[in-house]
């Protein structure tokens, strides 16, 4: 229990004066989380080895093990956590395409593609989701614009702006005579949070084929 209780004090004396030290919003909170289940565990480990003959500094090192689990790295797992939700991990964007023949389903609930299959002359109506970053840390819209590799494969976006977590349509549409290749369509939406640039990004690779005769 002595053990114990010294390494939960200690992560609680590491974040603390690591909160402290730290001024941005994401850089180093990421050590800070993992710093003291790193410092407990093999730490631990290493004097519990040292100590086997003596039971009780062996049982000390033990409960320092212990707290490595809890509060330790239980505590530093959240913090990962929430610096995710924070958008501190970068945002991102998914591609979601409804299956021919199958009833509509709301776009969360699709499964994301990477690899879209065309083929020339045709167009496909696909949805995006942009994640990575909470509306109520980033309340205001994310600017949304695309490329291709290809001039032959062009994409729409008929929304221009999107809040965090949400939806918005993308249109893919590949020209008559277009060569049959892989191309690629990148996806990024872009916004500020006080004098920072946030941005989100997606790719989605475009497999075409000439149609048949």
């Given amino acids: 229990m002595l053990g114990w209780a010294a390494g939960a004090a200690l992560t609680v004396v590491v974040r603390v004066l690591g909160g402290a030290l730290l001024s941005g919003p994401c850089e180093g909170y990421t050590l800070l989380a993992l710093l003291p289940p790193l410092l407990l565990g093999p730490g631990g480990l290493g004097f519990t080895a040292t100590q086997w003959r003596r039971p009780r500094r062996a049982a000390l090192g033990l409960g320092l093990v212990t707290a490595s689990l809890l509060p330790a790295l239980f505590v530093g797992v959240q913090d990962i956590g929430r610096l995710r939700g924070n958008g501190c991990a970068g945002g991102y964007i998914v591609f979601t395409a409804q299956e021919a023949g199958r009833p509509a389903e709301p776009a969360p609930a699709r499964k994301s593609i990477s690899t879209l299959s065309l083929v020339a002359g045709t167009t496909r109506n696909l949805t995006g989701r942009m994640g ?16 291709s590799s290809s ?11 999107v809040r ?26 872009r916004s500020t949070q006080g004098e920072r640039e946030v941005t989100a990004a997606g790719t989605l690779d475009i497999s075409l084929r000439r149609a048949t005769p």
């Fill in 164 to 189: 965090a977590g949400g939806t918005f349509p993308v249109v893919i549409r590949a020209a008559p005579g277009t060569g049959a290749n892989t191309y690629s369509v990148i996806l990024t939406a």
């Fill in 132 to 147: 990575g970053y909470r509306v109520q840390d980033y309340p205001k819209p994310f600017v949304l614009s695309a490329r």
């Fill in 151 to 161: 001039p032959g494969v062009r994409v729409t976006l008929p929304q221009t702006t």
